[in-house]
């Protein structure tokens, strides 16, 4: 017969929904985790399972500005010689403005 294994959910402190999950990680991984848990003892998310969860979220973060930043860049370098003149010459007004605003 074969069992079925759910994931439990729990409810967190500020309504977020969470998942329990088990992963099989490197010693070396799990060294690290408990070593990032050590140097933030006192802090508000002080388990090792929020370590992990903030180091997922920052990463997810960086992934997400990398993308916008390669969007930008493929759109600036897409641009005709011309086009990027004008960019040029409405940056450096924008620069003008901003400097003679802030002294």
């Known amino acids: 017969m ?6 439990s959910r729990v409810r967190g402190k500020a309504g ?19 070593h990032l848990h050590a140097a933030r ?12 969860d903030d180091l997922l979220l920052a ?10 930043d390669h969007a930008i860049t493929s759109f600036y370098d897409g641009l005709s010689a011309q086009a990027q003149a004008e960019e040029r010459i409405w940056g450096e007004f924008s620069l003008a403005q901003f400097m003679e605003g802030s002294g």
């Open 16 to 34: 977020s929904s969470k998942e329990r999950k088990t992963f099989t990680l490197s010693r070396e991984s799990i060294s690290f985790l408990h």
């Open 59 to 68: 990463l997810d973060t960086q992934r997400k500005r990398d993308a916008v």
């Open 41 to 52: 003892r006192g802090s508000r998310r002080s388990s090792v399972s929020a370590v992990l």
């Open 2 to 7: 074969r069992r079925a294994r759910q994931n």
